[in-house]
């Protein structure tokens, strides 16, 4: 066979024991903050790929998998409080409406009470409206509305409230952001 017909080898996944679980949990916490659920996914898959090249038996690797869990909450390893915490200031500094910050968390299983108080910290720590600041930073970072050059605002006006729309805030937010002269009067005004 030529190099361009064959095909290439299937790695074959390692065999799962509790060693292997916690180097992959540990590099996996070197590289991402994560939450508990999302680690227990990330290494469950791992055991699932063991249980159909080797037929491990996924009950013990459960096991191991929350007995793991268990003991780097124990340790402060792991915190789905401060992770919340951390992940909500971080999108929302990025732009990320709170609706779609509670929808994030929800996909990497922090539960609504857990997001809920993580935008609560964040509401405490932020001056004026979340989703507006969140709004204008999104402007600012996609050069929408008051951001936009000046002789280009009116033609673009209708697509940058779409954006923000699809961004998740609300059409009263998009059009007070899109529509402001200078968008740090909006802030100071508290509107």
Not at 11 to 24: D, G, H, S
Not at 55 to 80: C, H, P
Not at 165 to 178: L, N, P, T
Request: no cysteine; charged share 35%.
């Amino acid at each position: 066979m030529t190099r361009e017909t064959a095909a290439p080898e299937r790695k074959l996944p390692r065999r799962v024991t509790p060693q292997y679980l916690e180097n992959a949990a540990l590099h996996y916490l070197e590289r991402f903050a994560t939450s508990s659920a999302n680690l227990r996914r990330v290494l469950m898959r791992k055991v699932d790929r063991s249980v159909q090249a080797h037929g491990t038996d996924r009950e013990e690797g459960a096991r191991w998998v929350d007995e793991l869990i268990a003991r780097y909450q124990r340790s402060g390893l792991l915190n789905d409080t401060a992770y919340a915490e951390m992940r909500a200031a971080s999108l929302h500094r990025r732009g990320t409406s709170t609706r779609a910050i509670r929808e994030k968390l929800a996909s990497k299983g922090i539960g609504r009470d857990e997001a809920d108080k993580a935008l609560d910290t964040l509401d405490e720590e932020v001056d004026g409206d979340l989703n507006l600041t969140a709004a204008l930073a999104l402007a600012r970072r996609r050069r929408l509305g008051p951001y936009r050059l000046p002789e280009k605002r009116a033609e673009h006006r209708d697509k940058d409230l779409a954006a923000l729309g699809r961004a998740g805030f609300s059409y009263d937010i998009a059009r007070r952001v899109v529509d402001a002269e200078d968008p740090d009067s909006l802030l100071d005004s508290g509107e």
